[in-house]
């Protein structure tokens, strides 16, 4: 069996580095209720992302 190193994917934090980043800053900043929902959405679009890129490794796209 094949050792798999796990590496943990980074969530940006901090200062923004580019315009993207800066108008979702700002627009969390304005509301928490959608701070909270788009961290929730992001959590979920990183999962699936990390699983489908998996898959992608193990020869298994679908």
């Known amino acids: 069996m094949?050792?798999?190193k796990k590496t943990k994917t980074?969530?940006?934090t901090g200062?923004?580095?580019d315009d993207l980043?800066?108008?979702v800053a700002k627009r969390k900043s304005w509301s928490?209720?959608?701070a909270e929902r788009f961290e929730q959405g992001y959590q979920v679009f990183?999962?699936?992302a990390l699983?489908?890129?998996e898959r992608g490794k193990a020869g298994r796209m679908i």
Do not use: D
Request: charged content about 30%; overall charge positive; aromatic content about 4%.
């Open 21 to 23: 980043e800066r108008y």
């Open 2 to 4: 094949k050792h798999v």
């Open 51 to 53: 699983l489908q890129a």
């Open 15 to 17: 200062r923004p580095n």
């Open 32 to 34: 928490a209720h959608l």
């Open 10 to 12: 980074e969530i940006p």
């Open 46 to 48: 990183r999962i699936g």
